[in-house]
């Protein structure tokens, strides 16, 4: 029987815990500072027992997963490797950074542990253990960041733990991580927040900024309503690659609007063909960072049962609905329904019919 222990059983340690309980081989136990979120682990299922004592937790854990905060890392790592841990125990992390937890990480040398980092890169903008799904790594790429003298043994070991997740595991240099994430994850966060806050602002004089952002705007900021302090700590440890990118951001930024200056249509357009061909080459149906969101909207007209019948038409296709939400209906709008599915296919399947059976279907 291998013993997992989870520091922080929240959105990325409660789906790592929910892969792992129940294989035949493995406890999972959940730590919290906090009695009562200890409690709540254990009452949703999703450790086998839960504790407020990082002794108790860690106590002969052939696994440890430190699932919390990026700035609370360093602490628990301190404490970690001051204990008498298993004999080869393996510690490991979730963080979203990895060049100041692997520096940390360095005070295990010596210890009976071996440390290896490790970011899922999937996840969403909600937070704690009622957001943790045993799907969510799925299919997602995993990184793991190892020195060059760890035991290649300890990281096959991790591997084969992590083979529960579904997830891909790819080895990754912790500073090289830290700079593509930077730019793929970090970035695109700060600018969804600050293109959310430009318009909140216009919003204060004129109410219809929020009406009429109600589509796509929200869809593409979506990441914007991430943890706050969470993104604090993110940020502020990968402050010096930020620094760079947002440089090379504000020319980007800076080029469409000399492009505007000039009338230059030309170089606008080369701007989208550049990006669209990129873009259209990026894999669509494994999970990246930000991760996919299979959705399309049906215009329904205002009749009672229309979300019953439009559910059980797909039902019987054996189309899994993943979420509906009834977009409000406003005068003389009609009414709109957002339907979102777990893979590209089932979206697919999903507007031929619905477009068969005569409703307007868009993405
Ligand atoms: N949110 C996301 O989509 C992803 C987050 N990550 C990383 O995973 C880690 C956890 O993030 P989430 O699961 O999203 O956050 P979360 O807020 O859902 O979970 C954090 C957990 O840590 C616990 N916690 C907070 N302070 C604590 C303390 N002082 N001692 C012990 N436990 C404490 C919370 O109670 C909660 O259970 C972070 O390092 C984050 O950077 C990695 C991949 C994706
Ligand atoms: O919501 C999304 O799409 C995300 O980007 C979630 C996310 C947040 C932090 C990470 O380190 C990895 C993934």
Redesign the pocket.
Known sequence: MKKVAIFGVGLIGGSIALCLKGQPDVTVVGYSNRESSAKKYVQRGVVDYATTSVEEAALDADFIFLCVPVGLMDDYISQLCRLPLKQGCIVTDVG?TKASVMASAKAFAGTSAVFIGG?P?????RSGVEAASGRLLENAFYVLTADADTPAQAIADLEQLLSYTRAHIVKVDARQHDTI?GAI?HLPHIIAVALVNQVRQYNESNGLYELLAAGGFRDLT??AS?DPPLWRD?LLDNKEVLLKLITDWQISIDQFRVMLENNDGEAIMRAFQEAGAFRGKMPERRKG???AVYDCYVDVPDHPGIVGSIASELGKANINISNIQIIESREQIPGVLKLSFRTQEQLDEAIELLGKNGYHVEL
């Open positions: 979203s970011h890169m999937a996840g969403s903008e994430v994850s979506r990441i991430g993110i960072i930000l991760h």
